[in-house]
């Protein structure tokens, strides 16, 4: 009886750490890893269609987490939506522009981010993607058709005067060309909006990075991807949550046996 009630009870935690382990995430992470869209300034609460999407954001009609008139207003320069200015350091290569306004289009539509999407304490977002896996052609085409254009800083975050109401260079500060900033497709890509990316080792069709733009015709590659994580996330979150209780468990299995 007491060896029966014994066993109960070890059933019992191990079923406990099961769940526990399940819902664990590392902090700051949101638990809903597919099919979201951030708490941010301009995103909607959920996404769903949106057949009138502008442009460069076209790809995430089916399902978006952007509106109508946020996609045309991201193609604006200066755009209202953030009052930040592409040229301001003289007039960026069109070719140039166009990275940045795909991703824009990324940033305010996708719904495939969850599994890099973190809390944060800023005044007009309550959440940001981090690390995401950029493709890396993606990532070389952005830095190769930049390079010439000039930037007078390497963290496009934060750091700017914004005294006139719109990003200007700050006191100091030296219009250079892209290259001088970014010397690597890397230095770009991570360090421009504060590792809101990562250079992947994988290329697009692979299934293991998220592509910047895509042709809608083909379907949306970055719901694979958003899938492929988010199970290894939820793996790995419940492998260390059960293994973590293991760990307490053995004290009792220790008094278990001797019984």
């Not at 460069?56 to 193609?75: F, G």
């Not at 809390?119 to 830095?143: A, G, H, I, T, Y």
């Not at 083909?218 to 899938?227: H, I, L, S």
């Amino acid at each position: 009886m007491n060896m029966a009630w014994q066993m109960t009870q070890l059933l019992l935690l191990v079923s406990v750490a099961t769940a526990w382990g399940a819902q664990s995430r590392t902090p700051g992470a949101r638990r809903d890893l597919l099919n979201v869209c951030m708490d941010a300034k301009h995103h909607k609460t959920k996404p769903g269609p949106e057949d009138k999407l502008h442009d460069q954001c076209t790809p995430w009609r089916k399902n978006a987490c952007c509106s109508h008139n946020t996609s045309q207003e991201l193609h604006k320069d200066p755009s209202l939506l953030y009052n930040f200015n592409l040229d301001h350091c003289g007039k960026i290569e069109p070719a140039c522009k166009r990275h940045f306004i795909q991703d824009n289009c990324l940033y305010e539509c996708s719904p495939n981010l969850g599994p890099w999407i973190q809390e944060v304490n800023q005044s007009w977002r309550k959440e940001r993607f981090l690390d995401v896996p950029l493709c890396k052609e993606d990532c070389q085409q952005w830095w190769e058709d930049c390079r010439t254009s000039y930037t007078c800083k390497s963290n496009w975050h934060k750091g700017w005067d914004w005294s006139s109401g719109s990003n200007k260079c700050p006191a100091g500060a030296t219009c250079r060309t892209f290259e001088t900033y970014f010397p690597t497709p890397a230095a770009l890509c991570e360090g421009i909006w504060s590792h809101s990316y990562k250079l992947s080792n994988y290329s697009r069709g692979s299934g293991r990075c998220i592509q910047m733009w895509f042709d809608p015709a083909q379907g949306n590659p970055n719901e694979e991807v958003a899938r492929f994580y988010a199970l290894a996330m939820s793996a790995g979150a419940m492998s260390h949550g059960i293994g973590l209780l293991l760990l307490s468990l053995v004290p009792m299995l220790h008094l278990w046996l001797l019984s």
